[in-house]
DNA sequence: ACACTTTTTTAGAATCATTATAAACTAAAA
DNA sequence: TTTTAGTTTATAATGATTCTAAAAAAGTGT
């Protein structure tokens, strides 16, 4: 079961501390990814868990996952920083009134053509925020 | 000159303080619209003008234009936030190198077309945040 | 197993953007 | 002018995030 985020890591540069494993549990062993603060995360992790992980690892580690790719931040302007186990290009909408992200499929937006170009530089990335209220 | 800020700041239930005008001043009185943090502008509030206008101030008053239209916050994920004087529907160029936003105007995007719904939640915004790098 | 190096974890402190407080001040209303 | 409500400000508090440095754990070679 472990085995696979164990190869995960090491093949990431990263050893498979216990710490790490628990949290690439609480990450990614759901059928649903879903979109987290790290508060979120944190608490999650207390909940499915006997050993307590300190804040400052768990910080540690989302942002090594985010830098290897296994996370994404999501651009929304709150006191916290989100993330997400979706790692797929997306697009969200955003509940004003939950404070809750919603994944938006590709097909649910139509294919983004950028026209503008800037020179010298090039895309990254395409992120459509879609603010909902009530 | 002031008159339009003084009836602006009166149409919406503001009083025009000497702060406020000057912060008018510098935010809409200039032929381009800008982007910029709450630090940025209190740097250029101190070279235009001769006295200071305190932090709290200036959050204040970002912020109660900002409930009033008259400034948009752009989501974008730093330590600080981004404000824009452009108020008209837009989305943006983030220059991950230099930190910059740029303006995208609307035909340099097409037109987006949101085919999911959600129960009850209408959209009240849609904005592209394009990331650039070198 | 053991010695040695490198990485990781952690408690706690530091940082820093933002917000809250509450007293002094100012604009508008009566 | 007097009163009222709104505003400014210095200062403190908040809180998410980052930093620090010492202890612990993991990897490596023998
Ligand atoms: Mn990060
Ligand atoms: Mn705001
Ligand atoms: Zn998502
Ligand atoms: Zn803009």
């Known amino acids: ?4 985020y164990i190869e995960k890591l ?8 216990k710490q790490r494993l628990q949290i690439c549990d609480v990450l990614f062993e759901t059928k649903k990814t879903f979109h987290f603060t790290i508060y979120d995360l944190a608490k999650k992790i207390q909940k499915q868990t006997n050993f307590d992980i ?55 937006v139509g294919p983004i053509n950028i026209k503008k170009k800037i020179n010298g530089k090039k895309i990254k990335s395409v992120e459509v925020l879609v603010k909902l209220e009530d």
Do not use: W
Request: net charge negative.
């Open 54 to 108: 300190s804040l400052a690892t768990i910080y540690n580690t989302v942002h090594a996952f985010e830098k290897k790719g296994y996370l994404k931040q999501i651009p929304i302007n709150t006191n916290q920083t989100y993330f997400d186990t979706n790692i797929t290009d997306h697009h969200h909408f955003f509940d004003l009134k939950e404070e809750k992200l919603i994944d938006l499929d590709d097909c649910d």
């Open 10 to 17: 090491r093949n990431s540069g990263l050893r498979p501390t």
């Open 1 to 4: 079961m472990n085995v696979k």
